[in-house]
């Protein structure tokens, strides 16, 4: 009775089954119980940040919560695009809040994790990891001299926390996958991982799963933070380009999907972590979290730009499409369509089904397309994209794709609404 | 026909001249080789003025506050203050603007380079509240005193807080290093029992839950964030 009234104050219906995190739930199926729009009628509004936009939005109660690049957590009203209060921070915020109870959880690259009164923005505590960085490696990607370190630019988000019970529970770019108390941020438990950890842990039946930069995927027990297995990518010695797990894995019926820099996705047993089957791209990253359906998983890769939909079971190819350009941002499906954002600016619904194409958004930064870096149809322009008188053209072309109003935020499906974020900074809702 | 179109002409003049600035405009400046992504929020303020807020994506700038909005017939000039203000000088954003239909163009002056902007409203005004002083508890007022270390130099503070109705609360936040420094304070509030002041002008925020006996937590200043841990002083506040 209370909810209903809430709802007719609103003047706004409450979406149905998705938790404020990331990926709609727990074990981050990506699948949203809402209608979402069949064909593309407008954007309601765009909710300007001082940055881009790399998180993806949650809601609760007709309030939608994201973090900026601009260093700010977010509420926003759903119905209207219009400000309840904002939360500095001192870094960026490319997590995606989870909120539970009247309490919001999200980490920044200042190197503090926050809760705040999910209502007001006030800080209910703050807790201090061993610090935020990139992954980093020698000669990254190929890059000269093959000596030097270098940032990878791409290891864009941060991790997002999931809650389950009285824990909160997020990766750390100081290498650890912390469980904290809800209450009053004191450590339970802390899980020491090889490297970056910016996936997102995702929990079902008390384990957590969550895979590092070091390219091995973790099971741990939720309560007292001892392993339960791990499983080994791939490994890439020379150029580090293909290592790494920066996907978040969906845990479906006792399986684990995850996509990895490897550039396959894998199907592991939740129990045994032994691998069921794989899906091989051929050297194109899988940073997109699956989202699985009616016994179907659908991802999306990097520089192949493919949307496959394939067989929950075994692996096999449903359907696979040729998208335009690197797709990073996962998909959310609802109600028989598959909303994937792309990095050229473009938001594409499709069908689950089959993957067609039902309609597509696009940025008026892609509209605008500074300094060709997209083709004239949406792909990116290579020869000038990584156009560079000097060793910087990755850093410059990172510029180039992000100028376009990239698409790495993973949306969210109510009231017959998408609600995604881009690099433009804008937060948009799409109906 | 022609002197119909003149006047009619000159109705739409009036009209623009007239129409309020009142919304959200959004577009960009067209700076060289790019453009600058540009949200003005413009809402009538106390007694006949106007008040809005400037966000620029791209720069970090989210709800900067104007300091200045002044109309004239349809020209509107905006000061928008330190943003985007190089710190070796040569002055932060401005616009000088007119009415043009259902737009609003102009020239935008930064650091002395201009350049061209034009904005059209999308929709009402979402002008960022300013961050507010409030009464802090009572059990917060009285004399902490405590230190914290930077730069490998301890540096002892004391903070005296007193409420004064439903003002700013009166703050002497005094830390004593090679120097002794009182720090002009901004902004102080607390919410769910956390204590927040800040001093611009030296770039320091302290945020520190409060206790029976205790203020623990952070200061920041500049870019170095340093715990803290005041306690409560018999000495009465002076």
Known sequence: ?431 | MRRAALVVFACLAAAAAAAPPEGRWTGHAQLPGRNLPLVLDIAPGPSGSWIGSLTIPGQNIKGAELSRITLEGNRIDIDAGAVLSPPTGGGGVTFKARAEGAAIVGEMDQAGNKAPFRLVRTGPAQIDPAARSAPVASSTQGRWVGEFELGGYPRHVTLDIANDGANKPKVDFVVVGKQTTKLPIDLVNEAEGILHIESRLYGTTLEARVSADRIEGTLEVGANEIPILLRRSAEKTS
């Open chain 1, 1 to 431: 009775m209370r909810k209903i009234s809430a709802v007719l104050l609103l003047g706004f219906a409450l979406p149905a089954l998705a938790e404020p995190m990331f990926r709609g739930d727990a074990a981050h199926t990506g699948l949203y119980d809402a209608d979402g729009p069949r064909e593309f009628h407008r954007v309601r509004w765009a909710f300007p940040t001082g940055n881009r936009v790399i998180s993806s939005p949650v809601m609760q109660a007709g309030t939608l919560y994201f973090g900026s690049d601009d260093g700010n957590i977010y509420a926003v009203e759903a119905s209207t695009g219009r400000q309840v209060w904002k939360r500095a921070t001192k870094g960026p915020v490319p997590g995606t809040p989870a909120v539970a109870g009247d309490t919001l959880y999200v980490g920044s690259y200042d190197g503090h994790f926050y809760a705040l009164n999910a209502a007001t923005g006030a800080l209910r505590w703050k807790f201090t990891t061993g610090g935020e960085r990139h992954y980093e490696a020698k000669g990254l990607h190929g890059m000269a001299p093959a000596g030097q370190t270098f940032f990878d630019l791409y290891d864009i988000y941060l991790s997002s926390p999931v809650v389950a019970g009285d824990s909160v529970f997020f990766g750390s770019g100081d290498g650890h996958l912390y469980a904290l108390d809800r209450g009053n941020g004191s450590v339970r438990w802390k899980f020491k991982t090889g490297d970056v950890v910016h996936a997102s842990p995702a929990y079902a039946d008390g384990v957590l799963y969550v895979g590092s930069w070091d390219s091995y995927f973790y099971a741990v027990d939720a309560k007292t933070g001892q392993e339960r297995w791990r499983f080994h990518g791939g490994e890439d010695p020379v150029a580090h380009n293909q290592v790494g797990f920066q996907s978040s894995a969906a845990v479906v019926d006792g399986v684990v999907y995850v996509g990895c820099r490897d550039s396959n996705l894998y199907a592991l047993d939740a129990a045994t972590g032994k691998e069921l089957w794989r899906v091989n791209n051929a050297g194109s990253w899988v940073i997109t979290s699956p989202a699985v359906a009616d016994g179907r998983v659908i991802f999306a890769t990097s520089d192949s730009a493919l949307f496959h939909i394939v067989d929950a079971k075994t692996g096999r190819e449903i359907a696979k499409q040729q998208g335009k350009a690197y797709m990073f941002g996962s998909p959310a499906v609802a109600r028989g369509i598959a909303y994937q954002p792309v990095t050229n600016g473009m938001l594409e619904a499709r069908d689950a089904a089959n993957g067609n194409l039902l309609w597509t958004f696009r940025t008026e930064a892609s509209k605008e397309n500074a300094g060709w870096a997209l083709t004239a149809d949406g792909r990116f322009n290579m020869p000038l994209l990584f156009a560079s008188n000097g060793g910087e053209a990755s850093i410059l072309s990172a510029g180039r794709q992000f100028s376009v109003g990239s698409m790495f935020s993973s949306p969210l499906v109510a009231n017959n609404t998408v609600y995604v974020g881009s690099t433009d900074g804008n937060v948009y809702a799409i109906e």
